[in-house]
């Protein structure tokens, strides 16, 4: 059975120094409120593994959390560069970061590979491009039945899985709809998952088609955080904050207005902060 533990705790028993964490979501459900936490823990020396890595690796990566960063595509998305990054790789601020570069295909294969409890996944892939050339994790195998050459990159299994969710109920299940990511496969490939949620049910009731569900024994400690996905948007209950994403960029753009928007924003916030800000959107949208 799942556990169920305020946000500070689930962050406190899952993530150590020195983990692989991946945190995933794409567009929708990326777990904010949980990188907020880890970053007001002073988790240090993480690899952090996402296909779309944006504003919460940022901040994790500007705040001097991670050592390394495993993605397929990084940036603040629609608006342009993330900044914290650029300067961590560019200019070793606030300490030097290193990068394994990767397609979308590439990594999605890999998590799935991982899921599965496979040392590798082989896709076609990395055909007439320059990647091969400064990722060594990128290989390739022959087909014993055809002999095709095909790509291999190492499976994803990290220490913790981190994702976002709507609902979770009292047996522990995990409820995801709406566009879906690796989430799923994150959480099966990972030693140790947490899950935050947006609220927790009786029942699940009716769902849509593409409804996942992540089944208790799958899941590690759940954590009840209403907006917890914010400024992304969580299907049914608040839109994208377009406005935050934007804003980003100039904030991120200099260390000391960084460093002065975490101290006012992360550092003395707490995960109830979501919730207001979520409830700041649907005012606005009335």
């Known amino acids: 059975m799942s556990r169920f533990l305020p946000l ?14 991946a945190m995933e979501g794409f567009t929708h459900l990326i777990p904010f409120a949980a ?30 959390c991670a050592d390394k960063l495993v993605f397929s595509w990084v940036g603040n998305p629609g608006v342009g560069s993330l900044h914290r990054f650029r300067d961590a790789y560019e200019n070793g601020w606030p300490a030097p970061i290193a990068i394994e570069e990767h397609s979308h295909a590439a990594m999605a294969n890999a998590y ?19 990647l091969p ?21 190492p499976a994803i299994r990290p220490d913790v899985a981190v994702i976002h969710a709507l609902k979770a109920d009292r047996a522990g299940n995990v409820l995801i709809e709406g566009i879906v990511g690796v989430q799923k496969e994150a959480v099966l490939a990972a030693k ?33 955080v209403p907006g917890g996905a914010h400024p992304s948007y969580a299907h049914g209950y608040y ?48």
């Open 8 to 21: 500070a705790a689930a962050v406190e028993s899952t993530i150590r120094d020195g983990d692989t964490v």
């Open 35 to 64: 990188g907020h936490e880890v970053i007001r823990q002073r988790r240090r020396h993480l690899t952090l593994i996402r296909m779309t890595p944006d504003l919460i690796y940022d901040q994790l990566i500007g705040m001097g």
């Open 112 to 130: 799935e590979a991982g899921a599965a409890g496979l040392p590798f996944a082989v896709f076609r892939g990395y055909i007439g491009v320059d």
């Open 133 to 153: 050339k400064v990722n060594r994790n990128i290989r390739h195998v022959t087909c014993p039945f055809t002999g095709e050459r095909l790509a291999a990159v």
């Open 192 to 224: 140790r998952s947490l899950v935050t949620v947006e609220e927790i049910v009786e029942d699940f009731g009716e769902r849509s088609a593409n409804a996942v569900i992540l089944p208790s024994w799958s899941v590690g400690v759940i954590a009840c």
């Open 239 to 286: 839109k994208r904050d377009n406005a935050y994403y934007k804003a980003w960029d100039a904030i991120s753009r200099d260390r000391d207005a960084f460093l002065a928007w975490m101290k006012t924003n992360v550092l003395e916030q707490g995960p109830e902060a979501f919730a207001v800000h979520c409830s700041r959107l649907r005012a606005a949208a009335e």
